[in-house]
């Protein structure tokens, strides 16, 4: 079967538009699902709903912020069928008391510890510093695809780079106490 | 003018840009002046490059390569499959304007109770699009659960039934997502199918009309029978009502199709809304 000359030239405007977000697309799914199949699933039908509702996309707009809207949609959507708690509980007064002190911003971070302090933080820090930091999504894209208010984008991405701050900090001086502790036994 | 503790605290506004401009220029002055501020900028600049780096570079969240190129497919697939559906689509509301003529004597005898179900139909329609395609609810869409308990009781007993699957003559409909959103005032049970290569949406409100309307309803839409409606040309709805409930099922497909659907979901719904 063909397609007709106006779809043929939606599909040609979905692959110029959407497809090439693929990648990072997948990216943020496997980051959040920590699963591949679930990953791959998650991306599928965001791409499939995408595409239905392509023609509600502005051209000249952030096609990647306006793909992470739907992601996130469908993955709160599938969070709340599963029974699961919400993606975003009230976390934020908690956190608040959580965070009194911040850090030195460390030096000479590897990447392998950037992400593993990174995977150590409550989901909607992670969230917000990854759409933020990783994607360059603006604050108000930020809080349309999760949801919530710009001031709540904005505290947990202050709370969200303290507590990144910390866990960097904590990992640098574990490396710092193994460094002495492998020089003394060799000395 | 600002001090350092000012431009720190902007700072990672700052480097995302979201400062006005008046902000932006206090802060660039004060860095001119401010090796520390200059440094401390940098740092942050460096933990987001790295945060950057890392992330797009670690092969663990990478895709397979044959996922990329089967989910290209799929999509294409359906591309065809939904350039295929328009023409349908107007082959059909062309019989349903049919259909709608000669149904024109009937309607002058219940017509007001009619344009209610219309009235329905041309909600849920906007539900459909703006919940379940186009995500542009005022109102956030919350749990089946959490609504039983504050709206309808009744709605616990639609997170589970019908099944994933729902099996009709035309092919089978899959449950993706289940939830409770609001649309026009109404409150809804919402439930997203994918059936026949679209989304389609079941939605159940409570039936809010009084016993004269109902007892008029018996004989536009009779408790357990599906009625198929139109809002316009295009857009067909088939709804069904329970003792204490109507379902209306939308989406792009042909009416005989939803037609099919609703009526594998109408005894389900109603056992399941009954309990």
């Known amino acids: 079967m063909t397609i007709e000359p106006e779809h043929d030239r939606q599909w040609a405007v ?8 693929l990648d990072r697309l997948f990216r943020l799914a496997m980051w959040f699902e920590r699963n591949r199949t679930e990953a791959e699933d998650l991306v599928q039908e965001t791409l499939r709903q995408a595409l239905e509702s392509f023609h509600r996309f502005t051209p000249g707009t952030n096609c990647r912020a306006w793909l992470v809207s739907i992601l996130q949609h469908v993955r709160s959507n599938r969070r709340r069928a599963k029974g699961r708690s919400p993606i975003v509980p009230d976390v934020d007064d908690a956190i608040a008391q959580a965070t009194p002190f911040v850090p030195p911003i460390p030096q000479h971070v590897t990447d392998e510890d950037m992400l593993a302090a990174l995977a150590e933080l409550p989901a909607p820090f992670q969230e917000v510093l990854v759409l933020c930091d990783v994607e360059e999504l603006s604050y108000k894209e930020i809080a349309h695809a999760l949801s919530i208010p710009i001031g709540t984008v904005m505290s947990r991405l202050n709370r969200g780079r303290a507590r990144l701050r910390t866990q960097l900090a904590e990992r640098g001086r574990l490396a710092d106490r193994r460094r002495e502790t492998a020089s003394g036994q060799t000395s | 003018m600002m001090d350092c503790r000012d431009v720190r605290q902007h700072a990672d506004a700052y480097l995302s840009n979201e400062v006005l401009v008046e902000t932006r220029l206090d802060i660039m002055r004060h860095l001119e002046g401010c090796p520390a501020c200059r440094a401390d900028l940098e740092q942050r600049q460096a933990l987001r490059t790295t945060m950057r780096r890392a992330f797009l570079a670690t092969p663990d969240l990478e895709m397979r390569a044959s996922f990329g190129d089967a989910i290209r497919q799929t999509l294409r697939e359906d591309a065809v499959r939904r350039a295929a559906t328009p023409a349908a689509r107007w082959r059909w509301a062309a019989a349903a304007v049919g259909v709608l003529a000669v149904a024109a004597s009937l309607f002058l005898v219940v017509g007001w109770d009619t344009s209610r179900l219309v009235a329905l139909a041309r909600e849920a329609w906007g539900d459909h699009r703006n919940c379940a395609i186009a995500f542009h609810l005022q109102e956030k869409p919350i749990s089946l659960e959490e609504a039983s308990w504050t709206f309808d009781p009744a709605f616990a007993h639609l997170q589970t039934t019908p099944g994933t699957t729902v099996s009709t003559p035309v092919g089978d409909a899959l449950i993706t997502e289940r939830h409770s959103c609001v649309f026009a005032g109404r409150r809804y049970a919402h439930l997203v199918m994918r059936f026949r290569g679209e989304l389609v949406s079941l939605l159940v409100a409570q039936d809010d009309a009084g016993p004269m ?62 309990l």
């Open chain 2, 213 to 274: 309307a109902s007892a008029i309803r018996m004989v536009t839409l009779a408790r357990g029978h599906v009625r198929m409606v139109h809002v316009d040309a295009t857009d067909g709805a088939a709804l069904f009502r329970t003792a204490a409930h109507m379902g209306v099922i939308v989406g792009s497909v042909p009416d005989s199709d939803l037609e099919a659907l609703a009526d594998a979901l109408v005894q389900p719904v109603s056992n399941a809304l009954a």
């Open chain 1, 14 to 21: 979905f692959e110029t538009e959407a497809l090439p977000h």
